[in-house]
T-cell receptor, first 117, second 114 residues
Framework: EAGVTQFPSHSVIEKGQTVTLRCDPISGHDNLYWYRRVMGKEIKFLLHFVKESKQDESGMPNNRFLAERTGGTYSTLKVQPAELEDSGVYFC???????????????FGPGTRLLVL | AQSVAQPEDQVNVAEGNPLTVKCTYSVSGNPYLFWYVQYPNRGLQFLLKYITGDNLVKGSYGFEAEFNKSQTSFHLKKPSALVSDSALYFCAVRDGAAGNKLTFGGGTRVLVKP
């Protein structure tokens, strides 16, 4: 089966511009997660969708970040306006059932490398 | 709050020698522990996990990890390293009392020399 896919693989934008990242989870996975790794630091949780609903968005850094998952399939993460400190790698992951039930594995995509100049 | 520490930024090992990547964790509830690997220009690949049961967990590519509750550790091991094991390794934990998010360590770069 196809894994988690993310688009674009790389994005270079200027400060103040808008960027939209897309994630397509593994088919049939209701749970979708966004994480990011900035400046070579730890990978940090951003938010968790169950189908189209936001289950946990405690990791979203500020209101410049907007995540959506219309229809419960693919998800987008929009950064508007982008700042220099937003540079990093944005990962998407999916799982068939939430970790809370059986320690289900989250499967990660290849990431989108964002550079804000 | 949950946290993960990977005390070594880099581990160097000769091909054929044993490989150990260290990980310690802190959670308030029962831990679910994971190891992921990131090869150059690739995404995170799942290696193995500990949920419950046997403390020694076996995973992909000959890797295994031992859960030690008293030392709150989950070290990754491989008896005989390959050059192709050179990559970035991440330990992650999910606290049973803290929702679904994974908390990651800072990563350990492994370099296996021929």
């Amino acid at each position: 089966e196809a894994g988690v896919t993310q688009f674009p693989s790389h994005s270079v934008i200027e400060k103040g511009q808008t960027v939209t990242l897309r994630c397509d989870p593994i088919s049939g996975h209701d749970n979708l997660y966004w994480y990011r790794r900035v400046m070579g630091k730890e990978i940090k949780f951003l938010l968790h969708f169950v189908k189209e609903s936001k289950q946990d968005e405690s990791g979203m850094p500020n209101n410049r970040f907007l995540a959506e998952r219309t229809g419960g399939t693919y998800s987008t993460l929009k950064v508007q306006p982008a700042e220099l400190e937003d540079s990093g790698v944005y990962f998407c992951a999916s799982s068939s059932t939430p970790l809370i039930f059986r320690g289900e594995t989250q499967y990660f995509g290849p990431g989108t490398r964002l550079l804000v100049l | 709050a949950q946290s993960v520490a990977q005390p070594e930024d880099q581990v160097n090992v000769a091909e054929g020698n044993p490989l150990t990547v260290k990980c310690t964790y802190s959670v308030s509830g029962n831990p679910y522990l994971f190891w992921y690997v990131q090869y150059p220009n690739r995404g995170l690949q799942f290696l193995l996990k500990y949920i419950t049961g046997d403390n020694l967990v076996k995973g992909s590519y000959g890797f295994e990890a031992e859960f030690n509750k008293s030392q709150t550790s989950f070290h990754l091991k491989k008896p005989s390293a390959l050059v192709s094991d050179s990559a970035l390794y991440f330990c992650a934990v999910r606290d049973g009392a803290a929702g679904n998010k994974l908390t990651f360590g800072g990563g350990t770069r492994v370099l296996v020399k021929p």
